[in-house]
C-alpha cells in the first residue's frame, strides 16, 4: 500500500513562502492513475482542497488560492511538492497530501484515498 | 463551505444515524460523492466513494447514498470508537475544484 509522507518547516514568516515535500513510498508517482495534492485544515476548522497535479503537468487548484499556489511532481525523487506565497496567519494549518483517483467516469481525480499523517504549519513572525 | 452538514450529532451504542451533505447542480447532483472519517487527531480517512462505494476494510455498518443535490451517509450499529468528524467531498464543475462540506461532529452517547 503506498504511503505518503509530508515534511517543511513548522514555522514560517508572515509574507515569505510556505514550502512543503510529500514524499511517496511503497508506489510510484509516474502512475498515471492518480494525481497528487494537498489539503488543510486551520486548527479547529474543516478540511480546505488546496490543489492538485498529475506528472503529465495537468493541475487544478481551488479559485481562492489559485494566484498563491504552486505544486510540483518529481518523479525523479518519487515526490511532489506545495509552495504558498505571501503568507499570513491565516495560512496556520494542519497540511496533509494525497493521492487522488477519479470517480466512476475517470473524468476528474477527486477521491481522496490515501492521505499523509499532516504536517503543522504556524505563520509568525 | 460550498457543501452543507449539520455542524453535530448524536446517538446511542447500538443505534443508527445519518448524516446530511447538501449542495447544488454544479457539485453533488452532477458529480459522485465521498465521505471521510477523521478521528481524533489524526488524518482523514476515505470511508465511502462514488457515493455509495466502501474502499476494502471499511464495514459494511458505513452506506452512503445520494439524490439530486443531496447525500446521505449512515452509520448503523454504533460503536464508541465511530465517535470522528465526518466529511463529504465531491467535484464543482463551475468551479473545477475538488470540495468539503463543513464536517460533522459525531457524538455516540
Known amino acids: 500500500q503506498v504511503q505518503l509522507q509530508e515534511s517543511g518547516p513548522g514555522l514560517v514568516k508572515p509574507s515569505e513562502t510556505l514550502s512543503l515535500t510529500c514524499a511517496v513510498s511503497?508506489?510510484?508517482?509516474?502512475?498515471?492513475?492518480?494525481?497528487w495534492g494537498w489539503i488543510r485544515q486551520p486548527p479547529g476548522k474543516g478540511l480546505e482542497w488546496i490543489g492538485h497535479m498529475h506528472d503529465s503537468g495537468s493541475a487544478y487548484f481551488n479559485p481562492s488560492l489559485r494566484s498563491r499556489v504552486t505544486i510540483l511532481v518529481d518523479t525523479s525523487k518519487n515526490q511532489f511538492s506545495l509552495r504558498l506565497s505571501s503568507v499570513t496567519a491565516a495560512d496556520t494549518a494542519v497540511y496533509y497530501c494525497?493521492?487522488?483517483?477519479?470517480?466512476?467516469?475517470?473524468?476528474?481525480?477527486?477521491?481522496?484515498?490515501?492521505w499523509g499523517q499532516g504536517t503543522t504549519v504556524t505563520v509568525s513572525s | 463551505s460550498v457543501l452543507t452538514q449539520p455542524p453535530s450529532v448524536s446517538a446511542a451504542p447500538g443505534q443508527k444515524v445519518t448524516i446530511s451533505c447538501s449542495g447544488s447542480?454544479?457539485?453533488?447532483?452532477?458529480?459522485?460523492v465521498s465521505w471521510y472519517q477523521q478521528l481524533p487527531g489524526t488524518a482523514p480517512k476515505l470511508l465511502i466513494y462514488d457515493n455509495n462505494k466502501r474502499p476494502s476494510g471499511i464495514p459494511d455498518r458505513f452506506s452512503g447514498s445520494k439524490s439530486g443535490t443531496s447525500a446521505t451517509l449512515g452509520i448503523t450499529g454504533l460503536q464508541t470508537g465511530d465517535e470522528a468528524d465526518y466529511y463529504c467531498?465531491?467535484?464543482?464543475?463551475?468551479?473545477?475544484?475538488?470540495?468539503f462540506g463543513g464536517g460533522t461532529q459525531l457524538t455516540v452517547l
Open positions: 511503497d508506489g510510484s508517482i509516474s502512475n498515471s492513475d492518480y494525481y
Open positions: 467531498g465531491t467535484w464543482d464543475n463551475s468551479l473545477t475544484a475538488a470540495v
Open positions: 494525497a493521492r487522488h483517483r477519479p470517480d466512476s467516469w475517470g473524468y476528474y481525480y477527486y477521491v481522496m484515498d490515501v
Open positions: 447542480s454544479s457539485n453533488i447532483e452532477t458529480s459522485y
